[in-house]
């Protein structure tokens, strides 16, 4: 569409709407979209009949039709035929607004187009591996039908950052690189490129940075809840935890039932440890996407910060069902630990590490599920693994201070002093306002003999929301935890 953005609203916004009686504009209006796909579906034995429209907000005309008679096998050749024929009706809409072509004219450009939007509506789905192998496949069709596509190639950056974000293996990030250097040679100047230039800079620890390339993008999309969103953590990595709130709470007011704009705001408040008020943001996030596993998976992780181990359970059990996840049996093994019941957490890491064998995260829990039912050579492999990934990490991200932490941690259960007195002086300057590195940096003084600074930084750790339910129940700190 030339340099004009086409904006969709993302899929989890429309589950609202369900069983519901409202007409377009009002749905329209809630999604600050200008045209909405409306159809219905008819089955009669195996035979099925698709009707869809393409629906205009302002005249509430259709600008398009069709209907498809198919077998109940064939949806998906349906799914993909509605979604070119919306696009060439979108295409012929745009262009009779303003007298200029809204596309290429080759064939082959409008079937890069029709890639490029299916890869976006991978990548703005909950985050899985199958969701971004499918995401990075669709963009990779995309540039082979046009190899000069910016923004398939903004897309190819930004689902590599993403697939680090699940994998943790830093040749993504050099393959990230690559892609938006192309993308940027070949359209400096287009929102996806922008944005997605931001998510890599805040990947490898360049908030400033990347708060500026968000800024660029959202110069063209000032409404755009995506673009909010990145700009608030970019925000937020750079400590201006302030004006990040605000970007969280323009992209809600934006798309109101955009189910991940209330997760990245209880992400968000979490992070500051106001637990209370991120369950209230992670709730709605269910109410409007049920079948979002991450909504539940962090749902349940912030129950497990208040204690209620039941209703975490709970949440996470839900996560796993709709689709299993690192993050959902990460979590389902953290409420286990913290029970005492080290074998069933044990099962639960293990079974998250099949799903993300670079976490060192995991690997870390793991060694400490292991180390306290008393196995404690299989607990040195684990420690020696988390420390390894975690130093890969901090290759890609030196400034990341909860990494720098937790490595602290797994030095000096491994014996490793001097290693262990590195990652404290880095992670400190760094993280001073975040209660993991308070927590990881006090266990780690408490492997160096040092209780009374171990004890400091529980107290710090508490003063900035970590939770003293886990704190008492962390068999980690030893006996400091009757001092808390």
């Known amino acids: 569409l030339g340099n004009r953005a086409l904006r969709v609203a993302a899929r989890t916004s429309t589950f609202a709407f369900k069983d519901r009686a409202i007409n377009v504009r009002e749905i329209a209006d809630t999604l600050g979209v200008s045209y909405v796909v409306e159809g219905s579906v008819k089955r009669q034995g195996d035979r099925v009949r698709v009707n869809a429209a393409l629906v ?91 190899p000069g596509f910016a923004r398939a190639q903004a897309g190819l950056c930004e689902t590599r950052v993403e697939r680090y974000a699940l994998e943790r293996v830093p040749a993504l990030i050099t393959s990230a690189e690559e892609a938006c250097a192309r993308a940027q040679a070949l359209d400096n100047g287009a929102q996806e490129v922008h944005e997605a230039v931001g998510r890599l800079r805040l990947a490898t620890g360049d908030a400033a940075e990347a708060a500026a390339s968000y800024r660029k993008a ?14 608030a953590f970019a925000l937020a990595a750079d400590g201006k935890a302030e004006e990040a709130e605000r970007m969280h709470q323009q992209a809600i007011a934006a798309q109101p039932r955009y189910a991940y704009a209330h997760i990245a705001y209880g992400n968000s408040l979490f992070g500051e440890g106001r637990v209370a008020d991120a369950i209230v943001a992670y709730e709605r996030a269910t109410i409007l996407a049920p079948d979002n596993p991450n909504a539940f998976n962090n749902l349940g992780t912030a129950y497990m910060f208040t204690g209620d181990f039941d209703r975490a359970s ?131 003084e408490l492997g160096l003999g040092n209780k009374a600074r171990a004890l400091h930084h529980v107290k710090r750790a508490r003063e900035l929301g970590y939770p003293e339910v886990l704190l008492k129940a962390a068999p980690e700190l030893g006996d400091i935890r009757k001092m808390i």
């Open 218 to 231: 959202l110069a063209l999309v000032p409404q755009s809840p995506d673009v909010l969103i990145g700009l």
């Open 56 to 146: 205009e907000r302002a005249s509430g005309a259709n600008r398009w039709t069709n209907s498809y008679e198919t077998t109940s096998g064939d949806f998906f050749t349906i799914e993909n035929d509605i979604g070119r024929q919306v696009l060439t009706a979108l295409e012929l809409v745009l262009e009779s607004r303003d007298g200029t072509a809204a596309a290429p004219a080759s064939q082959g450009s409008v079937a890069a187009y029709d890639y490029f939007l299916q890869g976006l509506s991978y990548l703005r789905q909950p985050k899985s591996a199958k969701a971004l192998e499918a995401a990075e496949q669709l963009f990779g069709r995309a540039l082979a039908e046009r």
């Open 314 to 444: 709970r949440a996470l059990e839900r996560s796993i069902a709709i689709e299993p996840r690192r993050g959902s049996y990460s979590g389902y093994g953290s409420v286990q630990y913290y029970r005492g019941h080290y074998k069933s957490a044990e099962e639960m890491l293990r079974k998250a590490l099949e799903l993300a064998p670079a976490d060192h995260r995991i690997w870390g829990n793991l060694a400490d599920a292991l180390r306290f039912d008393a196995r404690p050579e299989e607990a040195r492999q684990a420690y020696r693994k988390a420390l390894e990934l975690a130093d890969g990490e901090l290759a890609v991200n030196p400034k990341h201070a909860v990494n720098q932490a937790q490595a602290a941690y797994y030095a000096i259960q491994l014996g490793e002093a001097d290693r262990a007195r590195r990652g404290i002086a880095l992670a400190l300057p760094e993280g001073d306002g975040s209660n993991y590195v308070h927590y990881y940096v006090a266990l780690a």
